[in-house]
């Protein structure tokens, strides 16, 4: 007993002269034909890509020291997404605040500042009275629980009292 084997028929492959005439049927291997028969432009090199970039506009003619700042034209589907995002908007430039502005941020800093002390202190104060109302309430009701538990000791050794002078009037008569 052994593995049945099956048979595999080789694939043909069209050359691609072939393939272009039309004598296959298999898009595949057209589209390998084309690519193989059809030359490939030519690479370009660097220097003739910035040529290119230069012409265009995209890049500028000569390199200054400090680096140029140029525009490329927007494509008309090209469309600005809105505004930007605040921690972009809130870096400050450099030598753009007056005097005057400076002086007013530094104003607004510092006020902002007291204001966070003060209400830091009130906290605190808010903090600590509620701590001690809480501490006086706890002492309040420890000193009604002794008073109680006082109370009912107290009640507890009446009652005994009464019950042995009850004891002793009842032997006393009963002697009689």
């Known amino acids: 007993m ?3 084997q099956t048979k595999v028929t ?4 069209t050359s691609p002269e072939e393939a272009l005439e039309g004598k296959t049927n298999c898009p ?6 084309k690519s193989q028969v059809t030359s490939s432009t030519p690479r370009l090199s660097g220097d003739e890509i910035l040529q290119q970039l230069r012409e265009e506009g995209l890049v500028p003619a000569h390199q ?3 680096g140029v700042a140029f525009s490329v034209p927007a494509t008309e589907c090209v469309s600005s997404r809105g505004k ?4 972009l908007e809130q870096i ?5 605040y007056t005097a005057e502005r400076r002086r007013q941020k530094a104003d607004a800093f510092r006020f902002n500042k007291l204001v966070d002390q003060v209400q830091r202190k009130q906290l605190d104060r808010e ?6 109302k809480d501490e006086k309430k706890r002492r309040l009701s420890l000193k009604k629980m002794r008073a109680e538990h006082q109370l009912q000791m107290r009640e507890e050794k009446l009652k005994n009292l009464d019950e042995e002078r009850a004891e002793k ?3 006393k008569s009963s002697k009689k």
């Not at 080789?10 to 492959?13: A, E, M, N, T, Y």
């Open 2 to 4: 052994g593995c049945k």
């Open 10 to 13: 080789p694939l043909k492959q």
């Open 28 to 33: 595949h291997e057209l589209y390998y034909a």
């Open 64 to 66: 200054t020291r400090g």
């Open 84 to 87: 930007l995002p605040r921690r």
């Open 92 to 96: 400050p430039v450099r030598c753009f």
């Open 127 to 132: 903090i600590k009275h509620k701590a001690v």
């Open 169 to 171: 009037k009842k032997k």
